[in-house]
């Protein structure tokens, strides 16, 4: 009878050990998979991000004069005007 007690015993330690263990691989194997998810997102993140800092470039140029001007003539073909056709008018209240 004590034998029986003893291997009860002994079966529900190991029983416990191994769910233990299983719990631990559990969490690893879920740690891991967050981990992962965390630097693909990071990764898409610093892409995200250097793909602002281009637009922001682009947005600067875009914004300037130069572009401005070859744009103007080359889709509406306008020009910078001469000093001959510019008037300024004097004295005039807006």
């Known amino acids: ?3 029986r007690a003893v291997t009860g015993r002994a079966i529900f330690a190991l029983a416990a050990v191994l769910t233990s263990l299983a719990t ?5 194997s879920t740690a891991r998979e967050t ?9 898409e993140l610093a892409v ?4 602002r800092e281009e637009l ?3 947005l ?7 572009w401005i001007s070859t744009e103007a003539a080359r889709r ?3 020009r910078p005007a001469t000093e001959r056709e510019v008037v300024i008018p004097s004295g005039g209240s807006w």
């Open 24 to 28: 631990v691989a559990w969490r690893q």
């Open 60 to 66: 600067v140029v875009i914004e300037g004069r130069p």
């Open 56 to 58: 922001a470039r682009r």
């Open 35 to 43: 981990m992962e998810a965390l630097d693909r997102l990071a990764r």
């Open 76 to 78: 509406l073909g306008l």
């Open 1 to 3: 009878m004590k034998d």
């Open 48 to 51: 995200a991000a250097d793909q």
